[in-house]
């Protein structure tokens, strides 16, 4: 069965424009319970897009990237309270045994926003995401983004 319900498409020409769909993304309070996978190759925009959405969530500090570690928590003060965050880069992922040891799927059951780089390295173990991002290099250096919707938190995401 095919669980998509809406897909949208965007280019984004620099940073400044990704930086503002997180501001606007940032903005929603479907975020705050949302799993989010992004997709896309090497220097295609995955952790940058991260960044820039912990930032407008209010994250202070360095942001790691967690390639090694495969998770970087973060806890960002929201006028709605504190969110907790989990930024995942599931890259070097190969063991699912690794899912239940590490304690992921606990965290994954957890109140929060869930961000997993490399979903496919985990697709074995990671439920349904609420909002898949798939990002892409065009020719002239943008950014194209296909948005694609999985469950009513992902529609809320982008109505
Ligand atoms: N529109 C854009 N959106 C995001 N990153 C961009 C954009 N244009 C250029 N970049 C650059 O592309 C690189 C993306 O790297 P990164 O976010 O680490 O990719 P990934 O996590 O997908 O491997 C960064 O150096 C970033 O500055
Ligand atoms: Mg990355």
Known sequence: MDKTRIVKTLRWQDET????FAQ????????????LELQGDLGA?????????L???????????????????HQAQTPDGLLNIW???????NDPREWEDAGFRDL?????????????QARSVLPVPDLEIRLSVAEDDSRMATLTARTPCGEALLA
């Open 17 to 20: 424009q990704t930086q503002a």
């Open 24 to 35: 606007a993304l940032a903005a929603r309070p479907a975020l705050r319970t949302a799993t």
């Open 45 to 53: 925009g995955k952790t940058t897009l991260v960044r820039h959405l």
């Open 55 to 73: 930032r407008a969530l209010g994250v202070a500090g360095r942001i790691k990237s967690p390639t090694y570690a495969v998770v970087e928590p």
């Open 87 to 93: 930024h995942f880069d599931f890259y070097r992922f």
């Open 108 to 120: 994954f059951a957890s109140p929060g926003l869930k961000i997993s780089e490399w979903p496919e």
